[in-house]
């Protein structure tokens, strides 16, 4: 039989206090520490995904307004502060407003807001799909490189329009269209020849060149049968159909998600109930 998890609580004849916890981690000036997932105790994030929390990360002072802070590093970030410092594990609720929060996810969902990441070693690269609200003119996809904003796995500038709208075509493929509205029609990521482009649906034909799909961890195109690489030309860098990953490079999605009711503390229900396991 399936293990069930019960919780049984001793009756008092008062009312129990609801108790607050912190997961806190202090790190001593010039040290460098790693996260783990150890550092967040088991019970505090039991509770906390009880309530509909979301553990984003670790901050450096605790949270009294419910609002964002102003500096956090991911769940996994690597930290060497300057004077001794404690952090926080820090929680919010994913709403569909509120403050945004951009984040490492493994799938995106049909209509999600992502950011395109390529990472090389320390640094990481978003593929580009204008500068500025107008579609580029040139015929390669360039690619910025913003290694300072990345925080294992949040992106923590949040400003950045480097957005593409995730679009399931069917079973495993998607499209990617520019997600800013500043343009006067839809622009879409496509295979041409060598190159990946921008332009509205049908500048092209066939259609397969719109269609991509995940394979081996880096987006492959449908039309072009290749998976798309970092490349290096000209002391620039651009996103291109190849066989070979020269650069091995790694692929990731960064979602735009918001949220609200950020918080330090995480209330335990019942501070006075113990664990049963049955069998």
Not at 96 to 121: A, C, E, F, H
Not at 157 to 179: E, G, P
Request: proline share 5%; net charge neutral.
């Amino acid at each position: 039989m399936r293990k069930q998890i019960l919780y049984i609580a001793f009756l008092f004849l008062f009312a129990l206090p609801v108790m607050a916890e912190q997961a806190i981690v202090s790190v001593s000036a010039g040290s460098t520490r790693t996260f783990t997932d150890s550092d967040l105790p088991d019970a505090i994030r039991t509770n906390a995904e009880n309530q509909g929390l979301t553990f984003l990360g670790w901050t450096t002072s605790p949270i009294a307004d419910g609002a964002k802070p102003d500096t956090y590093y991911g769940t996994q970030a690597t930290v060497t502060p300057a004077t001794a410092t404690t952090y926080y594990a820090f929680f919010a609720r994913r709403t569909n407003s509120g403050s945004r929060i951009v984040r490492k996810i493994t799938t995106p969902s049909d209509g999600d807001t992502v950011m395109l990441v390529i990472s090389q070693g320390s640094a990481s690269h978003f593929v580009v799909h204008n500068n500025g609200g107008s579609p580029v003119t040139d015929n390669k996809v360039r690619l910025m490189a913003e290694t300072a904003k990345f925080s294992d796995n949040l992106c923590t500038d949040t400003s950045l329009n480097y957005a593409w709208k995730y679009l399931v075509h069917n079973a495993d493929t998607f499209k990617l269209r520019i997600a800013p509205k500043k343009i006067d029609k839809d622009y879409f990521l496509y295979v041409k020849d060598n190159n990946t482009n921008i332009g509205s649906l049908g500048d092209a034909s066939p259609l397969s060149r719109y269609y991509f799909l995940m394979k081996n961890g880096h987006p492959y195109s449908v039309y072009a049968s290749k998976n798309i690489y970092l490349t290096f030309k000209n002391s620039s860098f651009y996103w291109q159909p190849n066989t070979v990953n020269y650069y091995t490079t790694t692929f990731s999605f960064y979602r735009y998600e918001w949220y609200s009711d950020f918080v330090t503390d995480i209330t335990d229900p019942c501070p006075e109930c113990f664990m049963y396991i049955a069998e």
